[in-house]
């Protein structure tokens, strides 16, 4: 993958990250907090908890961090993959956001 190709999935999952929030807010009462500075997005539950996802340019990863641990992901060239085989990005960040907020969230792309 080019450095372009690469920026370009990476911002458009960043964007993903930010409508889920904001969808999730408007359909459920689990008040997530989003704040974005350049390749980092921060989300803060109503407990204060966070999970913290940021881009890594020179590896080509997103990189997520959260209550379970840090995750590096890589795009395979259809999604972006935990890189020790645990699962894709958007189905981990639902596993963690429900855990962490105590109900059932759905992010996807």
């Known amino acids: 993958m080019t450095d372009l190709e690469y920026q370009d999935r990476a911002e458009a999952l960043l964007r993903a990250i930010e ?11 689990a008040d997530i ?3 974005r500075v350049g390749g980092m997005i ?8 966070q999970i ?6 020179p590896l080509h990863e997103v990189w997520m961090a959260a209550r379970a641990g840090g995750f590096h992901y890589k795009h ?4 972006w993959m935990d890189t020790k085989g645990n699962g ?3 189905a981990n960040l639902s596993r963690y956001a429900s855990e962490q907020s105590g109900e ?3 992010f996807s792309f």
């Open 76 to 79: 395979d060239g259809r999604a």
């Open 33 to 35: 907090d989003n704040q």
């Open 52 to 57: 913290v996802i940021n881009l890594q340019k």
């Open 88 to 90: 894709e990005f958007f």
């Open 19 to 29: 409508l889920n929030c904001d969808r999730i807010n408007e359909d459920t009462d």
């Open 104 to 106: 059932a969230l759905s």
């Open 42 to 49: 921060t989300l803060t539950f109503a407990n204060r908890s």
